[in-house]
Protein backbone atom coordinates (compact mmCIF):
# COMPACT_ATOMS: atom_id res chain seq x y z
CA UNK A 1 0.00 0.00 0.00
CA UNK A 2 1.59 3.21 -0.95
CA UNK A 3 1.52 6.14 1.72
CA UNK A 4 -1.04 8.34 -0.24
CA UNK A 5 -3.27 5.58 -0.01
CA UNK A 6 -2.43 5.36 3.87
CA UNK A 7 -3.00 8.83 4.74
CA UNK A 8 -6.65 9.16 3.66
CA UNK A 9 -7.42 6.10 5.77
CA UNK A 10 -10.25 7.11 8.82
CA UNK A 11 -8.58 6.48 12.20
CA UNK A 12 -10.61 4.70 15.02
CA UNK A 13 -11.77 7.82 16.52
CA UNK A 14 -11.86 9.38 13.03
CA UNK A 15 -14.68 6.69 12.31
CA UNK A 16 -16.30 6.72 15.88
CA UNK A 17 -16.67 10.39 15.84
CA UNK A 18 -17.92 10.45 12.18
CA UNK A 19 -20.70 7.91 12.83
CA UNK A 20 -21.53 9.40 15.64
CA UNK A 21 -22.39 12.65 14.07
CA UNK A 22 -24.60 10.95 11.73
CA UNK A 23 -26.27 9.13 13.90
CA UNK A 24 -26.94 12.40 16.59
CA UNK A 25 -28.78 14.46 13.28
CA UNK A 26 -30.67 11.11 12.63
CA UNK A 27 -34.38 12.07 13.13
CA UNK A 28 -36.70 9.89 11.31
CA UNK A 29 -34.24 7.83 9.70
CA UNK A 30 -30.36 7.80 9.59
CA UNK A 31 -30.49 7.35 5.62
CA UNK A 32 -30.25 10.82 4.32
CA UNK A 33 -27.93 12.03 7.30
CA UNK A 34 -25.30 9.47 6.14
CA UNK A 35 -25.63 10.12 2.60
CA UNK A 36 -25.14 13.66 3.44
CA UNK A 37 -22.17 13.24 5.46
CA UNK A 38 -20.42 10.60 3.73
CA UNK A 39 -20.94 11.62 0.18
CA UNK A 40 -21.53 15.68 0.21
CA UNK A 41 -19.67 17.14 2.95
CA UNK A 42 -16.86 14.17 3.53
CA UNK A 43 -16.41 12.90 0.53
CA UNK A 44 -15.61 9.31 1.97
CA UNK A 45 -17.81 7.81 -0.89
CA UNK A 46 -18.98 8.62 -4.58
CA UNK A 47 -23.14 8.76 -5.20
CA UNK A 48 -22.26 5.26 -7.05
CA UNK A 49 -20.34 3.55 -4.25
CA UNK A 50 -22.92 4.42 -1.50
CA UNK A 51 -25.87 2.60 -3.52
CA UNK A 52 -23.82 -0.25 -4.14
CA UNK A 53 -22.96 -0.77 -0.27
CA UNK A 54 -26.58 0.62 0.83
CA UNK A 55 -28.18 -2.22 -1.73
CA UNK A 56 -25.63 -4.78 0.02
CA UNK A 57 -26.64 -3.65 3.34
CA UNK A 58 -30.11 -4.29 2.64
CA UNK A 59 -30.19 -7.88 1.76
CA UNK A 60 -28.22 -8.79 4.80
CA UNK A 61 -29.99 -9.04 8.02
CA UNK A 62 -30.01 -6.39 10.37
CA UNK A 63 -30.02 -2.88 10.22
CA UNK A 64 -29.15 -1.36 7.16
CA UNK A 65 -27.39 2.17 7.58
CA UNK A 66 -25.39 0.22 10.16
CA UNK A 67 -24.51 -2.78 8.06
CA UNK A 68 -22.82 -0.30 6.01
CA UNK A 69 -21.11 1.36 8.72
CA UNK A 70 -19.34 -1.91 10.00
CA UNK A 71 -18.25 -2.06 6.13
CA UNK A 72 -16.80 0.78 6.01
CA UNK A 73 -14.94 0.70 9.29
CA UNK A 74 -13.60 -2.60 8.25
CA UNK A 75 -12.45 -0.96 5.34
CA UNK A 76 -10.41 1.57 6.87
CA UNK A 77 -9.43 0.04 10.37
CA UNK A 78 -10.27 -3.60 10.09
CA UNK A 79 -12.01 -5.04 12.87
CA UNK A 80 -11.40 -2.37 15.35
CA UNK A 81 -12.64 -0.13 12.93
CA UNK A 82 -15.56 -1.89 12.19
CA UNK A 83 -16.79 -1.43 15.93
CA UNK A 84 -15.71 1.80 16.16
CA UNK A 85 -17.97 2.92 13.42
CA UNK A 86 -20.97 0.51 14.78
CA UNK A 87 -20.31 2.19 18.13
CA UNK A 88 -20.54 5.88 17.01
CA UNK A 89 -23.57 5.04 15.64
CA UNK A 90 -25.29 3.83 18.45
CA UNK A 91 -24.08 3.78 21.70
CA UNK A 92 -24.91 7.93 21.85
CA UNK A 93 -28.60 7.63 20.83
CA UNK A 94 -28.83 4.71 22.81
CA UNK A 95 -28.16 7.26 25.83
CA UNK A 96 -30.60 9.83 24.68
CA UNK A 97 -33.53 7.56 24.19
CA UNK A 98 -33.31 6.08 27.87
CA UNK A 99 -32.74 9.52 29.31
CA UNK A 100 -35.88 10.32 27.20
CA UNK A 101 -37.95 7.63 28.30
CA UNK A 102 -36.84 8.62 32.02
CA UNK A 103 -37.87 11.98 31.62
CA UNK A 104 -41.34 11.28 29.93
CA UNK A 105 -42.09 8.76 32.81
CA UNK A 106 -41.39 11.73 35.30
CA UNK A 107 -44.26 13.48 34.25
CA UNK A 108 -46.79 10.68 33.23
CA UNK A 109 -49.15 11.18 35.94
CA UNK A 110 -49.89 14.31 34.19
CA UNK A 111 -53.42 13.53 31.95
CA UNK A 112 -51.93 16.04 29.23
CA UNK A 113 -49.11 14.41 29.30
CA UNK A 114 -50.44 11.01 29.01
CA UNK A 115 -52.96 12.09 25.76
CA UNK A 116 -49.68 13.82 24.31
CA UNK A 117 -47.74 10.21 24.41
CA UNK A 118 -51.15 8.87 22.94
CA UNK A 119 -51.43 11.42 20.06
CA UNK A 120 -47.77 10.76 19.78
CA UNK A 121 -47.91 6.85 19.55
CA UNK A 122 -50.69 7.25 16.78
CA UNK A 123 -48.72 9.56 14.91
CA UNK A 124 -45.94 7.16 14.79
CA UNK A 125 -48.55 3.78 13.79
CA UNK A 126 -49.28 6.26 11.08
CA UNK A 127 -46.10 6.96 9.89
CA UNK A 128 -45.58 3.74 9.71
CA UNK A 129 -48.60 3.28 7.20
CA UNK A 130 -47.10 6.64 5.04
CA UNK A 131 -43.61 4.76 4.99
CA UNK A 132 -44.91 1.76 3.94
CA UNK A 133 -46.98 3.49 0.81
CA UNK A 134 -43.63 5.08 -0.08
CA UNK A 135 -41.48 2.12 0.18
CA UNK A 136 -43.98 0.05 -1.91
CA UNK A 137 -43.92 2.30 -4.95
CA UNK A 138 -41.50 0.27 -7.29
CA UNK A 139 -43.95 -2.89 -6.66
CA UNK A 140 -47.19 -1.32 -6.82
CA UNK A 141 -48.27 -2.60 -9.78
CA UNK A 142 -46.43 -5.82 -9.49
CA UNK A 143 -48.20 -9.04 -8.82
CA UNK A 144 -45.50 -10.90 -7.51
CA UNK A 145 -44.92 -7.88 -4.84
CA UNK A 146 -48.78 -7.92 -4.08
CA UNK A 147 -49.18 -11.09 -3.65
CA UNK A 148 -45.89 -11.34 -0.98
CA UNK A 149 -47.18 -8.55 0.74
CA UNK A 150 -50.64 -9.80 0.83
CA UNK A 151 -49.38 -12.90 2.41
CA UNK A 152 -46.91 -11.45 4.92
CA UNK A 153 -49.07 -8.65 6.32
CA UNK A 154 -52.04 -11.67 6.75
CA UNK A 155 -49.47 -13.81 8.59
CA UNK A 156 -48.22 -11.19 10.43
CA UNK A 157 -50.27 -8.50 11.23
CA UNK A 158 -53.52 -10.66 11.19
CA UNK A 159 -52.40 -14.39 12.33
CA UNK A 160 -49.55 -12.78 14.33
CA UNK A 161 -47.80 -15.87 13.36
CA UNK A 162 -43.99 -15.65 15.07
CA UNK A 163 -41.62 -13.84 12.56
CA UNK A 164 -39.26 -16.73 11.60
CA UNK A 165 -42.07 -19.08 10.57
CA UNK A 166 -42.98 -16.27 8.38
CA UNK A 167 -39.65 -15.64 6.80
CA UNK A 168 -38.47 -19.04 5.97
CA UNK A 169 -41.39 -19.73 4.06
CA UNK A 170 -41.84 -16.07 2.39
CA UNK A 171 -37.97 -15.43 1.41
CA UNK A 172 -37.85 -18.44 -0.64
CA UNK A 173 -40.76 -18.04 -1.76
CA UNK A 174 -41.01 -14.50 -2.96
CA UNK A 175 -37.13 -15.23 -4.21
CA UNK A 176 -38.42 -18.07 -6.40
CA UNK A 177 -41.17 -15.79 -7.71
CA UNK A 178 -38.78 -13.33 -8.16
CA UNK A 179 -36.41 -15.28 -10.51
CA UNK A 180 -33.68 -14.55 -8.28
CA UNK A 181 -33.21 -18.92 -8.84
CA UNK A 182 -33.29 -19.02 -12.48
CA UNK A 183 -30.06 -19.21 -14.61
CA UNK A 184 -28.35 -16.00 -15.76
CA UNK B 1 -31.97 -9.09 36.90
CA UNK B 2 -28.91 -10.86 35.38
CA UNK B 3 -31.11 -13.72 33.96
CA UNK B 4 -33.21 -11.11 32.31
CA UNK B 5 -30.71 -8.98 31.06
CA UNK B 6 -29.31 -11.89 29.03
CA UNK B 7 -33.09 -13.24 28.16
CA UNK B 8 -33.56 -9.72 26.07
CA UNK B 9 -29.74 -9.93 24.65
CA UNK B 10 -30.40 -13.18 23.59
CA UNK B 11 -34.18 -11.83 21.95
CA UNK B 12 -32.31 -8.85 20.45
CA UNK B 13 -29.70 -11.36 19.37
CA UNK B 14 -32.29 -13.56 17.16
CA UNK B 15 -34.29 -10.49 15.80
CA UNK B 16 -31.47 -8.89 14.34
CA UNK B 17 -30.81 -12.33 12.04
CA UNK B 18 -35.08 -11.31 11.48
CA UNK B 19 -33.90 -8.06 10.20
CA UNK B 20 -34.55 -7.99 6.48
CA UNK B 21 -34.51 -4.42 4.55
CA UNK B 22 -33.98 -3.18 8.00
CA UNK B 23 -34.44 -3.13 12.01
CA UNK B 24 -38.13 -1.24 11.40
CA UNK B 25 -39.16 -4.69 9.49
CA UNK B 26 -38.72 -6.65 13.60
CA UNK B 27 -40.98 -3.91 15.68
CA UNK B 28 -43.96 -6.58 15.18
CA UNK B 29 -42.00 -9.46 16.09
CA UNK B 30 -40.59 -7.03 19.24
CA UNK B 31 -44.88 -6.73 19.85
CA UNK B 32 -45.20 -10.27 20.09
CA UNK B 33 -42.32 -10.80 22.37
CA UNK B 34 -42.70 -8.15 24.44
CA UNK B 35 -46.19 -8.14 25.24
CA UNK B 36 -47.80 -11.19 23.97
CA UNK B 37 -45.02 -14.14 25.18
CA UNK B 38 -43.31 -12.66 28.16
CA UNK B 39 -45.66 -9.88 29.24
CA UNK B 40 -42.67 -7.54 29.68
CA UNK B 41 -45.27 -4.80 29.38
CA UNK B 42 -48.85 -3.35 28.30
CA UNK B 43 -49.60 -2.93 24.39
CA UNK B 44 -50.74 0.22 25.01
CA UNK B 45 -46.95 0.89 26.90
CA UNK B 46 -44.44 -0.93 23.70
CA UNK B 47 -47.00 1.75 21.30
CA UNK B 48 -45.45 4.69 23.85
CA UNK B 49 -42.47 3.17 24.05
CA UNK B 50 -42.41 2.66 19.98
CA UNK B 51 -43.48 6.88 19.91
CA UNK B 52 -41.06 7.54 22.27
CA UNK B 53 -37.66 5.93 19.94
CA UNK B 54 -39.39 7.57 17.11
CA UNK B 55 -38.71 11.04 18.36
CA UNK B 56 -35.01 10.69 19.62
CA UNK B 57 -32.50 10.54 17.06
CA UNK B 58 -30.80 7.65 15.75
CA UNK B 59 -31.14 4.15 13.75
CA UNK B 60 -34.60 2.77 13.99
CA UNK B 61 -33.49 0.00 15.98
CA UNK B 62 -33.56 2.15 19.17
CA UNK B 63 -37.14 0.64 19.92
CA UNK B 64 -34.76 -2.41 20.95
CA UNK B 65 -33.03 -0.54 23.78
CA UNK B 66 -36.23 0.55 25.10
CA UNK B 67 -37.30 -3.03 25.15
CA UNK B 68 -34.45 -3.93 27.15
CA UNK B 69 -34.87 -0.96 29.27
CA UNK B 70 -38.35 -1.49 30.48
CA UNK B 71 -38.02 -5.48 30.67
CA UNK B 72 -35.75 -4.61 33.59
CA UNK B 73 -37.82 -1.86 34.54
CA UNK B 74 -35.87 1.26 34.15
CA UNK B 75 -33.22 2.46 36.47
CA UNK B 76 -29.70 1.43 36.68
CA UNK B 77 -30.06 -2.16 35.81
CA UNK B 78 -32.58 -1.00 32.45
CA UNK B 79 -29.83 1.57 31.61
CA UNK B 80 -27.42 -1.80 31.26
CA UNK B 81 -29.94 -3.67 29.85
CA UNK B 82 -30.88 -1.02 27.05
CA UNK B 83 -27.82 -0.96 26.11
CA UNK B 84 -26.67 -4.28 26.19
CA UNK B 85 -30.07 -5.06 23.86
CA UNK B 86 -28.84 -2.91 21.52
CA UNK B 87 -25.31 -4.37 21.16
CA UNK B 88 -26.40 -7.59 21.00
CA UNK B 89 -28.82 -6.23 18.22
CA UNK B 90 -26.06 -4.45 16.61
CA UNK B 91 -23.12 -6.61 16.97
CA UNK B 92 -23.27 -10.27 15.40
CA UNK B 93 -25.56 -8.54 12.55
CA UNK B 94 -22.19 -6.02 11.74
CA UNK B 95 -19.39 -9.36 11.98
CA UNK B 96 -21.83 -10.96 9.38
CA UNK B 97 -21.90 -7.51 7.65
CA UNK B 98 -18.35 -7.05 7.40
CA UNK B 99 -17.22 -10.61 6.51
CA UNK B 100 -20.00 -10.53 3.61
CA UNK B 101 -18.32 -7.30 2.33
CA UNK B 102 -15.14 -8.59 2.32
CA UNK B 103 -15.63 -11.46 0.49
CA UNK B 104 -19.15 -12.85 -1.49
CA UNK B 105 -21.19 -10.04 -1.17
CA UNK B 106 -19.59 -7.97 -3.62
CA UNK B 107 -19.38 -10.88 -5.86
CA UNK B 108 -23.24 -11.17 -6.46
CA UNK B 109 -24.15 -10.40 -9.82
CA UNK B 110 -25.73 -6.64 -9.84
CA UNK B 111 -29.21 -7.97 -11.89
CA UNK B 112 -29.35 -10.56 -9.27
CA UNK B 113 -28.60 -8.01 -6.40
CA UNK B 114 -31.69 -5.78 -8.29
CA UNK B 115 -33.85 -9.77 -8.48
CA UNK B 116 -32.82 -10.02 -4.03
CA UNK B 117 -33.97 -6.43 -3.44
CA UNK B 118 -37.12 -6.60 -5.61
CA UNK B 119 -37.91 -10.03 -3.86
CA UNK B 120 -36.95 -8.53 -0.42
CA UNK B 121 -38.84 -5.53 -0.45
CA UNK B 122 -42.88 -6.51 -0.04
CA UNK B 123 -41.14 -8.75 3.32
CA UNK B 124 -40.26 -5.44 4.10
CA UNK B 125 -43.53 -3.23 3.14
CA UNK B 126 -45.76 -5.63 4.67
CA UNK B 127 -43.73 -5.57 8.00
CA UNK B 128 -43.59 -1.91 7.91
CA UNK B 129 -47.54 -2.06 7.07
CA UNK B 130 -47.99 -4.75 10.40
CA UNK B 131 -46.37 -2.64 12.56
CA UNK B 132 -48.31 0.69 11.99
CA UNK B 133 -51.65 -1.74 11.94
CA UNK B 134 -50.52 -3.03 15.02
CA UNK B 135 -49.45 -0.03 17.15
CA UNK B 136 -52.22 1.48 16.00
CA UNK B 137 -54.75 -1.48 17.64
CA UNK B 138 -52.37 -1.51 20.57
CA UNK B 139 -53.67 2.34 21.55
CA UNK B 140 -57.27 0.64 22.05
CA UNK B 141 -58.50 2.49 18.48
CA UNK B 142 -60.45 5.10 19.79
CA UNK B 143 -61.37 7.83 17.48
CA UNK B 144 -58.57 10.27 18.37
CA UNK B 145 -55.92 7.61 17.68
CA UNK B 146 -57.56 6.80 14.25
CA UNK B 147 -58.27 10.17 13.08
CA UNK B 148 -54.67 11.26 14.18
CA UNK B 149 -52.98 7.84 12.81
CA UNK B 150 -54.61 7.96 9.51
CA UNK B 151 -54.09 11.68 9.05
CA UNK B 152 -50.13 11.30 9.62
CA UNK B 153 -50.22 8.13 7.18
CA UNK B 154 -52.04 10.54 4.58
CA UNK B 155 -49.62 13.40 4.89
CA UNK B 156 -46.55 11.53 5.00
CA UNK B 157 -47.31 9.43 2.18
CA UNK B 158 -48.19 12.45 -0.08
CA UNK B 159 -45.61 15.24 1.29
CA UNK B 160 -41.84 15.10 2.55
CA UNK B 161 -43.50 16.74 5.66
CA UNK B 162 -40.67 15.90 8.11
CA UNK B 163 -41.18 12.75 10.52
CA UNK B 164 -40.41 14.96 13.89
CA UNK B 165 -43.23 17.26 12.89
CA UNK B 166 -46.00 14.95 12.36
CA UNK B 167 -45.28 13.15 15.39
CA UNK B 168 -45.13 16.14 17.19
CA UNK B 169 -48.41 17.23 15.60
CA UNK B 170 -49.76 14.24 17.43
CA UNK B 171 -48.66 14.45 20.17
CA UNK B 172 -50.26 18.14 20.23
CA UNK B 173 -53.36 17.01 19.25
CA UNK B 174 -53.16 14.29 21.96
CA UNK B 175 -52.35 16.92 24.58
CA UNK B 176 -55.22 18.98 23.74
CA UNK B 177 -57.68 16.37 23.26
CA UNK B 178 -57.27 16.20 26.94
CA UNK B 179 -57.82 19.60 27.94
CA UNK B 180 -61.16 20.29 26.00
Known sequence: ?184 | MIALTLHVMAVSLGLSLLAVGGAIAVVPEVYRIAVDVNGWMSPQRFAELYAISQFAPGPNAMILALMGWEAVGGAAGGWVAGMAAMLAFVGPTSVISVLAFRSWAARISPSRQVLIRAALLPLSVALVASSGVLITLSLGAAPLVIAVASLVALTSAVTNAHPLLLIAGGAIAGAAATVF
Open chain 1, 1 to 184: MDEVEQAKRLTRLDLFLLFLVISVQSFGGTLPFARRELIERRRILTEGEFAEMLALGQVLPGPNVINMSAAIGDRNAGWPGAAAAVAGMVVVPVLIVMALATAVGTVTGFASVQGGLLGMAAAAAGLLLGTAWRMAKPMRTSWRGIAVFAAVFAAVALLRLPLVLVLACAIPASLALHGVFRRA
